[in-house]
């Protein structure tokens, strides 16, 4: 079992809709990231949250932390082709002071 | 400035042989990172190293792995003998202490054992 588990494994959506990635935990987490990656390359990170019910806007992403810290969510708003690839959270563990990738979404957005 | 850079960016190795992976991270960062990132168990951390040494290496499949860190700009993770299930792309990334572990990634080495 995966520390921090993603829900969907796998999104393929029509350019323009709206659609949203969730990354649970049991633990808390200090803090959370989200990265995208593109086939061929290394994850690049896109955004931290260290609050709880911290919200952040990245132009059509909104990412937000969960009020206990044991969760987060990326919604994007009128998803565009260039969005396809794969999204992984990822977060600093506080007991252990441990950090760990989430399982990841594949999102493909079809024009 | 300069990413994270590994070499090679492809290898293609016969079982049993060795392979070493090459690591640079960005000047100034204190954590290195050693990933292993395949389709059925994504990506895995197999070790990393604080100041250059080692904190938690928990993720290292088996006594065939190993890394070193010998200075602050450069590591190596040596797979001694491969075989075929090593077969993935490795990844280093680096970060800096304080920044909530925000990981910069280089672009991978996809090795191949046949």
């Known amino acids: 079992t995966q520390l921090l588990e993603q829900s969907p494994q796998f999104l393929s959506i029509q350019e323009g809709e709206n659609l949203t990635v969730y990354c649970n935990s049991s633990s808390v987490f200090s803090s959370l990231q989200w990265y995208r990656q593109e086939p061929g390359e290394g994850p690049v990170l896109l955004v931290t949250?260290?609050?709880?019910?911290e919200v952040k806007k990245l132009k059509r992403l909104t990412f937000q932390f969960g009020d206990a810290r044991k969760d987060s969510s990326l919604h994007i708003t009128a998803a565009q082709p260039g969005d396809t690839g794969l999204y992984l959270c990822a977060g600093l563990r506080r007991a252990g002071n441990q950090f760990y990738f989430g399982t990841g979404t594949s999102l493909t957005v079809i024009p | 400035d300069a990413g994270v850079i590994q070499s090679p960016r492809h290898e293609v190795t016969e079982m049993g042989q060795e392979v070493t992976l090459r690591c640079k991270p960005i000047s100034g960062h204190d954590y290195l990172f050693w990933y292993r990132q395949t389709m059925m168990r994504g990506l895995e951390l197999l070790i990393y190293?604080?100041?250059?040494?080692?904190?938690?290496d928990s993720g290292m499949p088996e006594d065939r792995f190993s890394a070193k860190m010998p200075n602050a700009s450069f590591s190596t993770l040596k797979i001694q003998p491969s075989e075929p299930r090593d077969s993935a792309v490795y990844f280093c990334a680096s970060s800096m202490t304080g920044l909530s572990h925000e990981q910069y990634f280089g672009p991978g080495t996809r090795l191949t054992v046949t």
């Open positions: 949250v260290v609050t709880g019910g």
């Open positions: 190293f604080n100041n250059n040494v080692p904190i938690d």
